[in-house]
């Protein structure tokens, strides 16, 4: 991250020097001159706005490094088919949903870096993107309300949908998403999620959820 802050910097200031050395140049009639610090001053200023938006979107991220605890989730039930989920992510306030079906799961978007972004020095990172219900039965799934919700607020600003939208405008830049196999929904059921670099795992984190898992896998 150091070395996109003084690109970053560096850019900006290049970006100042060469639009105060043009408008000199057209002051003095030089307007050769003048057209080639436009260009520099353009492509200095692009290096700047890319840096700024990429550091911005770096840090609306967590940091992965091997794999991490991200939340944990606990559910209580409401009816048959419908559960109270309450997600627990560190360090924030703790999030309800409620999902209808017998299974969860949680997606996350990831990003990892390859050369020439590697030089960077940056942490593959990741951020929480929505939880979803579903019926384990086909019949139900195709029939009956689901229920899918976002984990996450929209911005402006995500270098996750500019990779996957412009890759060619993001050599080095891998963007997928990271997802955990459905697991079964239980009263009082409560499971850790963890992230490794390429995908979420849930597992069991009481009696309870350990039963339902246990309960499932016979089914």
Not at 34 to 56: D, N, R, Y
Not at 106 to 111: E, F, G, H, R, T
Request: charged fraction near 25%.
């Amino acid at each position: 991250m150091t070395i996109l802050v003084i690109v970053g910097v560096v850019s900006a200031v290049l970006a100042i020097y060469f639009l105060t050395y043009m408008l000199r140049c057209v002051r003095r009639r030089h307007l050769l001159r003048a057209g080639g610090s436009c260009v520099s001053w353009i492509i200095s200023l692009a290096v700047a706005g890319a840096s700024g938006m990429l550091l911005l979107s770096y840090l609306s991220y967590g940091r992965l490094i091997d794999e991490q605890l991200v939340s944990r989730i606990e559910f209580r039930r409401i009816s048959s088919n419908e559960f109270r989920a309450t997600i627990m992510v560190p360090g924030k306030d703790d999030l309800f949903f409620t999902l209808r079906g017998d299974e969860w799961q949680m997606d996350a978007k990831i990003v990892t870096w390859k050369p020439p972004m590697t030089v960077l020095g940056l942490d593959p990172i990741y951020q929480l993107d929505r939880l979803s219900g579903r019926y384990a039965e086909i019949d139900r799934e195709l029939t009956e309300a689901r229920t899918v919700h976002s984990l996450t607020s929209e911005s402006r600003v995500d270098i996750w949908h500019f990779a996957r939208r412009f890759p060619i405008l993001m050599p080095g830049v891998d963007a997928h998403y990271g997802t955990a196999t459905y697991v079964p929904m239980a009263d009082g059921a409560r499971f850790k999620v963890t992230l490794s670099r390429d995908a979420l795992i849930a597992r069991p984190d009481n009696d309870k959820a350990r039963d339902a898992i246990g309960a499932w896998g016979e089914n």
